[in-house]
């Protein structure tokens, strides 16, 4: 079954004139933006615009004229697309421009976003997910202990800035973190910007702490231009509080953690091949993350907060790759920091740990209960001997 770099290879001749911008050019946007665009491309949007090829030839050459990983669990495969792009005229014909890439330690803040101007003057905001440094993954805690992140205000600047300086349409996209983002940018944006948005893409991005989002007037203005895509056995996007509103992507794993992975999911033609529902795993782990994560007090949320950055402080290193590098050294000091944890952040800890069996065992009760076939799949006896 085909993936998005078949559709590059298939399609990349076709112009935007021909096919239209579509849901598979989106995830090919988000999946290269976890490049270092930023080496490259100037993050004011007084720049002139960089023709797209121009920009992934010179990334290439910053990397040595090599496919480079992006990170640790980002593959070289994101560079050989990245490349695979800029040879097609589909894609050769946008511009970039606006990278901007930016980190904060207190509170964690990793933002990356990059504009991508098709030939009709359509501007396509792509925000980036999380990446490799450990920042953007205390970041990413924060999402479940906070009702806000730092990302989420630069995206909504950041949007304002490309309705201020195009007056073209506008197409948001975004991946894992980045869908979150995105879908907080256009339904927090000013009234002018959120008219002219004619398509808003969420990829398996995590929800909200609250559902004060996803029940707004101005989330139900959106909801006609958006797209919300999970794989089958999604697990990063049945994270919190989250619409119904999404469509079940196929991919070519199993695993929901692997299916995150954009360059796994299937394709038709320059459609992404969906099926009915998410499967039952997914409804399993949506409904176990729901009531994990809601069992932890805010004073408990906070204080597991200040473990996970004084951990990423005893790690001393600034991302995976470099942690994988480093490892006896990364490893001690974490070590250190969960020997001198204290009392009150361990009672969180148990607090948190304690009883998920329970919770687990309830949560496969629920999905069987809400399953027509109940009856015949036996779930819930296989859970409850599995996790006796």
């Given at each position: 079954?085909?993936?998005?770099?078949?559709?590059?290879?298939?399609?990349?001749?076709?112009?935007?004139?021909?096919?239209?911008?579509n849901?598979?050019?989106?995830?090919?946007?988000?999946?290269?933006?976890?490049?270092?665009?930023?080496?490259?491309?100037?993050?004011?949007?007084?720049?002139?615009?960089?023709?797209?090829?121009?920009?992934?030839?010179?990334?290439?050459?910053?990397?040595?004229?090599?496919?480079v990983?992006?990170?640790?669990?980002?593959?070289?495969?994101i560079?050989?697309?990245?490349?695979?792009?800029?040879?097609t005229?589909?894609?050769?014909?946008?511009?970039?421009?606006?990278?901007?890439?930016?980190?904060?330690?207190?509170?964690?803040?990793?933002?990356?976003?990059?504009t991508?101007?098709?030939?009709?003057?359509?501007?396509?905001?792509?925000?980036?997910?999380?990446?490799?440094?450990?920042?953007?993954?205390?970041?990413?805690?924060?999402?479940?202990?906070r009702?806000?992140?730092?990302?989420?205000?630069?995206?909504?600047?950041?949007?304002?800035?490309v309705?201020?300086?195009?007056?073209?349409?506008?197409?948001?996209c975004?991946?894992?973190?980045g869908?979150?983002?995105?879908l907080?940018?256009?339904?927090?944006?000013?009234?002018?910007?959120?008219?002219?948005?004619?398509?808003?893409?969420?990829?398996?991005?995590?929800?909200?702490?609250?559902?004060?989002?996803?029940?707004?007037?101005?989330?139900?203005?959106?909801?006609?231009?958006y797209?919300h895509?999970?794989?089958?056995?999604?697990?990063?996007?049945?994270?919190l509080?989250?619409?119904?509103?999404?469509?079940?992507?196929?991919?070519?794993?199993f695993?929901?953690?692997?299916?995150h992975d954009?360059?796994?999911?299937?394709?038709?033609g320059?459609?992404?091949?969906f099926?009915?529902?998410?499967?039952?795993?997914?409804?399993?782990?949506?409904?176990?993350?729901?009531?994990v994560?809601?069992?932890?007090?805010?004073?408990?949320?906070?204080?597991?907060?200040?473990?996970?950055?004084?951990?990423?402080?005893?790690?001393?290193?600034?991302?995976?790759m470099?942690?994988?590098?480093?490892?006896?050294?990364?490893?001690?000091?974490?070590?250190?920091?969960?020997?001198?944890?204290?009392?009150?952040?361990?009672?969180?800890?148990?607090?948190?740990?304690?009883?998920?069996?329970?919770?687990?065992?309830?949560?496969?009760?629920?999905?069987?209960?809400?399953?027509?076939?109940?009856?015949?799949?036996?779930?819930?006896?296989?859970?409850?001997?599995?996790?006796?």
């Amino acid at each position: 079954m085909a993936t998005s770099i078949n559709y590059i290879k298939k399609y990349g001749d076709r112009d935007f004139a021909e096919i239209p911008f579509n849901d598979v050019d989106n995830i090919a946007l988000c999946e290269i933006l976890y490049m270092p665009f930023e080496k490259v491309v100037s993050d004011s949007f007084n720049d002139e615009p960089v023709p797209f090829s121009e920009a992934c030839r010179k990334l290439f050459a910053y990397n040595g004229n090599r496919h480079v990983a992006p990170g640790l669990i980002l593959m070289k495969k994101i560079s050989v697309k990245m490349m695979a792009m800029a040879d097609t005229e589909r894609f050769a014909s946008m511009k970039v421009v606006g990278c901007k890439c930016a980190f904060d330690v207190e509170p964690p803040l990793q933002f990356g976003a990059m504009t991508f101007l098709l030939p009709d003057g359509t501007a396509v905001v792509v925000f980036r997910g999380t990446d490799d440094s450990l920042i953007g993954w205390q970041e990413d805690l924060n999402l479940y202990t906070r009702k806000g992140i730092p990302s989420h205000a630069l995206a909504v600047e950041y949007l304002e800035n490309v309705a201020k300086h195009y007056d073209g349409d506008i197409i948001i996209c975004g991946h894992s973190k980045g869908g979150n983002i995105a879908l907080y940018s256009a339904v927090k944006c000013c009234e002018n910007t959120r008219q002219r948005i004619v398509r808003l893409y969420n990829n398996d991005g995590p929800g909200f702490v609250t559902d004060d989002l996803t029940t707004s007037s101005e989330y139900r203005e959106i909801l006609p231009n958006y797209r919300h895509f999970v794989p089958a056995n999604s697990f990063i996007g049945m994270l919190l509080v989250h619409d119904n509103d999404f469509k079940a992507v196929r991919c070519k794993h199993f695993l929901g953690f692997i299916q995150h992975d954009l360059s796994l999911w299937k394709t038709k033609g320059t459609e992404i091949y969906f099926r009915d529902d998410i499967s039952r795993l997914a409804k399993l782990t949506d409904e176990f993350l729901k009531q994990v994560i809601y069992r932890v007090t805010d004073d408990e949320g906070r204080l597991i907060d200040k473990w996970f950055t004084e951990l990423i402080k005893g790690i001393g290193q600034d991302g995976l790759m470099n942690v994988s590098r480093n490892l006896v050294s990364s490893v001690k000091g974490a070590v250190k920091v969960c020997k001198d944890t204290d009392g009150e952040t361990k009672a969180a800890f148990d607090s948190f740990l304690g009883g998920l069996g329970k919770v687990a065992v309830n949560s496969v009760k629920f999905v069987v209960r809400n399953a027509e076939n109940a009856a015949e799949n036996g779930l819930e006896k296989i859970a409850e001997a599995v996790l006796a």
